[in-house]
């Protein structure tokens, strides 16, 4: 037990430090788009708009941004100043401190970070939840009924749903359930225990968009599996269709449902752009969102590197997840 525990360890920071160039690649990438590609003369042309474009409003507006130093040395600063007071020690690897700096409008991002963190996560968190068991659920009835008229029914339902616009989910529950029925509110938030009615009508739209193309996935996944020999074995065994499902096919089809998985953890932080700009939840979505409308490079910036810093720590889970999932799997 305690050699797996150090072995579990060693596994874990191994897999840190490979995230480490990851970073360092996405941190230089970012750069490079936001200051060498777009240039300051750029960022300022599209923040003041054509009408109040003239080189001393560019100069001032580089200025007041501190966009005016050189990008990796100065050499008219002695010491470490030749390398901190440069753009890419202030607005690169500072993000590595988490210090994001303040937004064009002078508000500290960190501090709108962690105030729309709690409204994105107080959706996005159900809805991951939510959809994952309904998801499941509905691919397991369905692979009970293999083959059958119902089947096929269901397939031809995901693909339908699949087809479907994701805007119109929302339109069609906002003026249906909201509007017309009166059931929800149309839109807002509320950070008490009321909020919770601000949050049924997304939730239920997010889960339901989603089960075509996520059910089918799992219908494939699970069909593939039952017909491998282990599961055939199992039925010439006489041990039930259910008891199949539930202690043979879907245990061996986690690291596949597991890395799927991983590539919704930054969402759940970072919010929903179209969700929560239609329903007006103030989270890091619509965060997002309002900052490209307002050229606000800034917030721009911290919200790309943040969406790395959690993808890479989904994939750090997910490996870790897949020697507890499957236990062939080996710490290496």
């Known amino acids: 037990m305690l050699r797996r525990d150090k072995n579990m360890f060693s596994y874990i920071i191994r897999r840190l430090c490979y995230a480490i160039p990851i970073l360092i690649g996405v941190n230089l990438l970012t750069f490079v788009l936001f200051f ?18 003239t080189e001393e409003a560019v100069q001032e507006w580089i200025a007041e941004k501190g966009y005016d130093q050189p990008l990796f040395f100065n050499g008219d600063a002695d010491g470490l100043g030749t390398l901190t007071d440069t753009i890419f020690f202030n607005k690169s690897l500072k993000l590595f401190a988490f210090d994001f700096g303040t937004s064009d409008a002078g508000r500290s991002i960190q501090s709108d970070v962690l ?19 309904v998801n499941i659920s509905v691919a397991l009835m369905v692979l009970m009924f293999r083959g059958s008229s119902l089947d096929r029914f269901a397939v031809v ?5 699949m087809s479907i616009s994701y805007l ?28 919770w009615r601000f ?31 282990f599961a055939r ?26 890395t799927g998985v991983v590539v919704v953890i930054p969402v759940l932080f970072m919010g929903s752009l179209v969700m ?17 409308r307002a050229q606000d490079f800034a917030i721009v910036r911290a919200m ?15 490996d870790i997840s897949y020697t507890w999932a499957d236990p062939r799997v080996r710490l290496s």
């Open 304 to 318: 790309v590197f943040l969406g790395s810093v959690l993808y890479i720590i989904g994939l750090i889970l997910t």
């Open 36 to 53: 060498i590609v777009n240039t300051p003369e750029d960022m300022a042309t599209a923040h003041l708009g054509d009408k109040y474009v």
């Open 168 to 195: 119109f989910y929302i339109i069609f529950g906002q003026y249906y359930m909201a509007k017309m029925s009166r059931l929800f509110p149309v839109s807002g938030f509320n950070d008490g225990i009321d909020g």
């Open 115 to 133: 105030d729309r963190m709690g409204p994105s996560l107080a959706l996005a968190l159900p809805t991951f939840f939510i959809g994952i068991f």
């Open 199 to 229: 949050l049924i009508l997304p939730i239920v739209i997010g889960v339901i968009s989603g089960i075509g193309a996520s059910a089918r996935w799992y219908r494939s996944l699970f069909i593939e599996v039952a017909g491998l020999d």
């Open 276 to 292: 929560e700009s239609f329903f007006s939840i103030p989270g890091l979505g619509s965060y997002l969102l309002d900052a490209i």
């Open 157 to 161: 339902v995901f693909v339908t749903l």
């Open 233 to 258: 074995t199992a039925r010439a065994k006489g041990v039930s269709e259910a008891g199949v499902l539930f202690r043979h096919i879907l245990p061996n089809t986690m690291l596949p449902i597991l």
